[in-house]
């Protein structure tokens, strides 16, 4: 699997405004680099699709992760549930918050070791979701990180 190549990659990702919660600035800035580093290099092959580029918007629905994909050719909604992402997420906030925090009045060493605790739990959501997206849209781990990035995004408001 190749990354950013031509026929199955991103070229836009669009956020349900609806869906969106307020923002602080770390966060906002966390949105905005999520989605200028997948747009910039990705991995994004749905499956029964002939080839993008995609466009993908992304929203929430009932408690559900709605992905629109859209190519020449091919449309096709996925929606997953986030149960199975609840605790994840629930500690990535908390972590990230201590982290936000850190990075303002700790130690270096205070600092990495939040830092270490949220990239496990951001590589730890990030493969349960490429596992989620299986038999839907193939992803690298890197892809997956950044969508991941986006859904809590999303899911601060929820």
């Given at each position: 699997?190749?990354?950013?190549?031509?026929?199955?990659?991103?070229?836009?990702?669009?956020?349900?405004?609806?869906?969106?919660?307020?923002?602080?600035?770390?966060?906002?800035q966390e949105r905005q680099i999520a989605i200028f580093?997948?747009?910039?290099d990705n991995y994004f092959a749905p499956e029964g699709a002939n080839g993008g580029p995609y466009d993908l918007h992304m929203g929430l629905?009932?408690?559900?992760l709605v992905?629109?994909?859209?190519?020449?050719?091919y449309e096709r909604r996925h929606i997953l549930s986030l149960s199975p992402f609840r605790s994840l997420i629930r500690d990535y906030f908390?972590?990230?918050e201590s982290y936000f925090q850190a990075i303002r009045n700790a130690?270096?060493?205070?600092?990495?070791?939040?830092?270490?605790?949220?990239?496990?739990?951001?590589?730890?959501a990030s493969e349960l979701l490429m596992t989620?997206?299986?038999?839907?849209?193939?992803?690298?781990?890197?892809?997956s990180r950044r969508l991941f990035t986006l859904i809590c995004a999303l899911y601060r408001r929820g």
């Open positions: 699997m190749a990354t950013s190549s031509t026929s199955h990659r991103l070229q836009s990702v669009q956020l349900d405004e609806d869906s969106l919660a307020a923002a602080s600035r770390d966060q906002e580093d997948l747009l910039e629905m009932d408690n559900r992905l629109d994909v859209r190519a020449s050719g908390m972590i990230c130690t270096p060493a205070q600092i990495e070791v939040l830092d270490m605790g949220r990239r496990g739990l951001h590589n730890e989620r997206l299986k038999g839907k849209i193939e992803t690298d781990l890197d892809t």
